[in-house]
């Protein structure tokens, strides 16, 4: 596969530029990761980035002294074996120590997890869901609060719905832990998976075939569920999330792992960006070299017979084994930068900008089968309040589309009152988001484009403000009052108009896709791994190589994933890939 049009030259090598082994372009969390673990295993890496701070959708942002995470903001795939406790332990990323700014100080800080033990929240149709994570309070709370025909019968298949959900997730991370390349690449790859141990612990996995293609709709009739609308309901809003799908187009297989999710999600004390942050300072120590504010715009080849003799020299002190080919990766400012091999944390959109030839088709192939618009609209909120959120996070499902959204609900993420790095004492740190149609917001007159932004940020807040009234009404905050006050609020008082609310608000920001293209550089601002859907084929997907150039991908658009626990499992396959192509030394 040529990589440079016909049109193009190949440019000859600068004798005394530095030939990197790899350089990964995107600083996202899988960018970071793949760039740390490399380091570590001896290699000679360059890591660029176009904006100032790194982590991508994982990065952050202060207004008006809360720290807010842009993109993502819960945390799992920390149990025992799973892909971030993996790196977590690899890398020692919790003895890191860095600095974070706590009211007008710079302070040592390091990584603090804590299991959100307390759960999730979801308010809907008038009541209020404990989303437990312990399984068996969970399965009683779905039953009494979203079952409509209750009976023996029902209790039984509503059980057994769950029961095997919680199995297929379990198995899941089970082959995940085995296989870092679940999505074979080459022949080596093919060799690996066949290794007696692995093949062995791969053969429960074979049940789980079918489930790649059918949709959760059909479990739902295997277990006499079809006709529980509210618990459908609450099944779609809880998916939309975690998948970008529904019940009728998600299959069965990812939806186990996105409807059990909230059972494994961590607290992260300053915001998941702390990950990236961790990530970044490892990275350093071990020799990355981290360059910022260089947006790279072209990838191409330099011609072998130009570069032979300082190939030859930097090959005997490289790790590298059966390389031939030097990329030139070239940024905005005019920079260009030589490594043997790529990694990219972009996505495939990006990528068929900035190649040209088979290369270029390779890419446009996979940007004209997977059509997709989704980005976010979300609200950084900091509130002067004494309230204490009962759980860590919460949902809100509607009983109407939200204005200029795509969805029914909308997602809540507090902060801790101990949580000193998100806000100050007397502050709370909150952050909602939803998901709207990117086209919303893209090429809009300015003040039809603030008008639009306007009315959404209002319809949320005053849904949010009327369905938690507590928020910024005094009194009612127990622990075990708390459940039960939003609801008697709601209902006792009249609405709550934002103009009541405004003295309490410290802080307000809302962004939109316009906001995250401009920040993350991505196509219209998308956000999130591509949809799950039975629509395509699980092995239809990206591979994580260019076929013939020595080019990988990372992130939510080279694996079937989402959230931070799938880019961080790409990063881990990418290098298992380099381990089984014999490239690292013995």
Not at 82 to 111: F, H, M, R
Not at 120 to 139: L, N, P
Not at 376 to 394: K, Q, R, S, V
Not at 518 to 542: A, C, I, Q
């Amino acid at each position: 596969m040529d990589i440079n049009s016909e049109n193009t030259k190949n440019k000859t090598m600068p004798q005394s530029q530095k030939v990197y082994d790899y350089t990964i372009i995107g600083a996202g969390v899988a960018g970071l990761t793949v760039a740390a673990l490399l380091a570590k295993d001896g290699f000679k890496v360059k890591l660029i980035e176009s904006h100032s701070k790194l982590g991508g959708c994982a990065s952050f942002f202060r207004n008006e002294g809360f720290r807010y995470d842009v993109g993502a903001t819960t945390l799992s795939g920390l149990e025992e074996g799973q892909p971030i406790a993996e790196l977590i332990k690899e890398l020692e990323l919790d003895k890191v120590v860095y600095k974070n700014k706590i009211g007008t100080e710079d302070k040592e800080t390091s990584l603090k997890l804590s299991h959100s033990e307390r759960g999730t929240q979801i308010f809907q149709d008038g009541e209020i869901i404990h989303r437990y994570t312990d399984k068996e309070k969970w399965i009683n709370e779905s039953y009494e609060k979203l079952i409509l025909n209750k009976n023996i019968d029902t209790e039984k298949n509503h059980r057994a719905f769950w029961n095997e959900l919680y199995r297929i997730e379990k198995s899941a991370f089970k082959i995940l832990k085995t296989h870092k390349n679940l999505l074979p690449n080459s022949f080596q790859d093919y060799l690996n998976c066949l290794a007696p141990s692995k093949l062995l612990a791969s053969l429960p996995g074979l049940t789980h075939l079918p489930q790649l293609y059918l949709p959760l709709k059909y479990l739902l009739k295997k277990y006499f569920l079809s006709d529980e609308t509210a618990f459908i309901k609450f099944l779609d809003e809880q998916l939309i999330i975690s998948t970008q799908n529904n019940t009728e187009k998600t299959p069965i297989f990812t939806a186990a792992l996105g409807l059990t999710y909230s059972s494994s999600i961590y607290y992260i004390y300053g915001g998941v960006n702390q990950l990236a942050v961790a990530l970044q300072k490892r990275a350093e120590e071990l020799g990355v070299e981290v360059i910022t504010r260089r947006e790279v715009i072209e990838i191409k080849h330099i011609l072998d017979e130009s570069k032979k003799n300082q190939e030859n020299d930097h090959k005997k002190n490289s790790l590298l084994q059966g390389s031939s080919k030097t990329y030139s990766i070239k940024d905005k400012t005019g920079e260009e930068h030589l490594s043997q091999r790529i990694i990219s944390n972009l996505t495939f959109w990006s990528m068929a900008k900035l190649t040209k030839g088979e290369t270029q088709k390779f890419f446009q192939g996979f940007v004209n089968k997977f059509i997709y618009d989704i980005s976010a609209f979300t609200i950084y909120l900091g509130l002067n309040t004494n309230y204490i959120p009962p759980t860590d996070y919460a949902q809100i499902n509607l009983s109407k589309q939200i204005q200029h959204c795509c969805s029914h609900s909308f997602y809540i993420s507090y902060s801790r009152p101990d949580d000193e790095i998100k806000a100050s004492e007397g502050g709370l740190n909150i952050i909602i988001s939803t998901h709207t149609q990117a086209e919303e917001w893209l090429n809009l007159p300015e003040e039809e484009y603030r008008k639009k932004k306007a009315e959404t940020e209002s319809y949320i807040l005053e849904e949010l403000f009327n369905t938690i009234p507590e928020l910024v009404k005094e009194g009612g905050n127990t622990e075990s009052g708390a459940v039960q006050s939003s609801i008697e609020l709601a209902k006792s008082e009249s609405r709550i108009s934002l103009d009541e609310v405004r003295p309490k608000i410290k802080s307000l920001i809302s962004g939109t896709a316009k906001t995250f293209l401009h920040y993350t550089k991505r196509k219209n601002g998308v956000v999130g791994g591509l949809p799950h859907s039975t629509d395509y084929s699980f092995f239809e997907l990206m591979p994580k190589k260019v076929p013939n150039e020595n080019i990988y991908m990372v992130g939510d658009t080279g694996f079937p994933g989402q959230g931070l626990v799938s880019t961080v499992y790409s990063a881990l396959s990418v290098r298992e890939s380099l381990r089984n192509e014999n490239l690292l030394r013995s």
